[in-house]
Structure formats: C-alpha cells, structure tokens
DNA sequence: TTTCATGTTCAGCA
DNA sequence: GTGCTGAACATGAA
C-alpha cells in the first residue's frame, strides 16, 4: 500500500513499536528482498543493534542503528512491516524478520517487489538514487521550476521519484482530479494557477491522507479516491469515470470535469 | 485461464 | 540528458 502516506504510517508504526530494543537475530526468509545489499554487512550491522530513529523521504524509509549505518526500507507495492509480539500469530509472506528478546519486527512483502538495504548515511542514499525533495516539503517555487521545465504527461512528471519523492499512481490522480487537470496534459501546457493548484492539492491530499489513517473510507466524499473503480462515477458530477494509460499506469479522471479541452 | 495491480529499473529508440 | 514504450521482477486476487 504504499505511497508517501501509507510510507509516513508505516514510519509512525515502528517508531510506535520498534525503537531502542535490541535485535537479537535477523532472519532472512526469502533473499530477493535484499538482493543488491551486502549480505553479511547487513547481518553484522543490524545484530545486536536498536533502531535509535526513523526517516522518511518520499516512499523511502530510513531507520537508524545504533551500532552504525542505517537500514533503507522500500516496500514496492505490497509491502509492509508488522510488529509481532510472542502470542502473535505470524502472517504470511514475512520475507525479513528482526527478533527482539520479545516479538519481533517483520517486513512482509507477498510480491517481494520492496528491497531492504544498508547505506552509510540517508543523504548519502538519497544522492545515489537522485530522489528529488519529499512532496511535503517542496516549496512552490522548487514546484514551478522542476514540473514547468518537464516534457510529457504531468501525471507521469508527478510520479517521478526524481523530480519529487513520494507520489504514486494513486495520489497522483487525486491531486489532479482536484485541480481538474488532465492527467495526459503537457507540463508545458500548464498555468502558474495550475502550478500553484497542485501544490497545494499535493499537501491537501497527502496530509489529508496520513490524518485518516490512509483509510479512503474514511476521506471526503469529495475525493476520487474513494471510488477509484472501473465503472464508478463522479464524486463532483456524478458522471462515469475514464480510463487512460499515462506514464505505464492506469490513471483515472473525470473528462466531464476536466478544465479545459482534452488533448486528443 | 487471463488480466490487473498503491513500484522501480533497464533496454531500446526518438 | 529527457521522454516514451515495453518488459522484467514475483505473486495474489478477481
């Protein structure tokens, strides 16, 4: 489930339940999951450490051990980390699990698309990857800048991790669906207003998101998000929703809404 | 059985 | 370098 708020709520979680105690073992279930990293060094830098902090930027989690160096978690499309204490029942697909004394902490992942790593520092991390400023952070002048000089579909500009980190194929069409701009525009094409609309709507969504839990039930009935389904309508007109393929995703968009002319 | 999926990355091409 | 398309990754759910 995660983009920026399902990765903030995830951050919280560990912080809720994980910090300052001590891993007595790792246990690596399955090692797609942390293909790429140094096996050994993982195991050697997470043994017998505590995570002393954690952060976020964008879908990136960074989690800080105390005996040096930080854990990144990336949880792909279905991960997610589940705190286990000892009469807990453990679900299925735990790829990676850290034992504390009591409990543990597993990254569960059924598709396995999430990776789990070791870098030096976050910022370190962060210049390697080229991930841009998280979306909750951005300014709206670095906004303009970076989205009013990139070519192509703004909701493809949107999901890329480098242009800003945290948005996905899901917020994405929200913060459009707000600003009634289509999902197939050219960046270009778009006004200082527009610009100005989708920074604001970015913030609007994503905090509005993180404060409902990332519960969509529980979001305005204003928001597309809610019924995002083929077949579903309008939350604003009540007209049938489209579908188009824009950045090799499916986006979502009320055509009847939109604020200008579609582009083909 | 087939298709689709909240993500990232890479190859090939313009 | 930028952008687009398609595929790969690996598996569950509809």
Redesign the pocket.
């Known amino acids: 489930?995660?983009?920026l708020p399902?990765v903030e709520a995830f951050k919280r979680y560990i912080e809720r339940t994980s910090l300052e105690r001590p891993v007595a073992r790792m246990e690596i279930r399955n090692g797609?999951v942390i293909r790429g990293a140094d096996r050994p060094a993982l195991i050697e830098a997470v043994e017998g450490s505590e995570v002393l902090s954690v952060r976020r930027r964008?879908?990136q989690l960074f989690l800080e051990l105390s005996r040096g160096g930080w854990l990144t978690w990336?949880f792909?499309?279905t991960g997610r980390p589940v705190a286990l204490e000892r009469w807990d029942e453990e679900p299925r697909?735990v790829r990676v699990k850290f034992v504390f004394e009591h409990g543990s902490l597993a990254f569960v992942d059924?598709?396995?698309?999430g990776r789990i790593g070791l870098t030096a520092r976050p910022e370190r991390f962060i210049e390697e990857?080229r991930l841009g400023p998280d979306a909750l952070d951005i300014t709206l002048e670095e906004f303009t800048t970076t989205f009013g000089a990139?070519?192509?579909?703004i909701k493809?500009?949107l999901?890329?991790?480098h242009k800003v980190a945290g948005i996905?194929?899901?917020y994405s069409d929200e913060i459009l669906f707000q600003c009634r701009i289509d999902p197939r525009a050219d960046a270009r094409s778009l006004s200082e207003e527009d610009m100005r609309c989708m920074h604001r709507a970015m913030r609007r969504v994503l905090n509005m998101a993180i404060s409902v839990g990332t519960d969509f039930e529980r979001l305005p009935r204003s928001y597309l998000l809610r019924g995002r389904a083929v077949g579903s309508s309008c939350p604003r007109c009540g007209s049938l929703v489209s579908t188009a393929t824009v950045?090799?995703?499916?986006a979502f968009f009320c055509p009847f809404c939109l604020d200008r002319k579609s582009f083909f």
């Open positions: 489930m995660p983009e399902e797609v964008g879908k990336h792909g499309m697909f059924p598709r396995m698309l990857r990139s070519k192509g579909a493809a500009a999901m890329d991790q996905g194929n899901l950045g090799g995703r499916t």
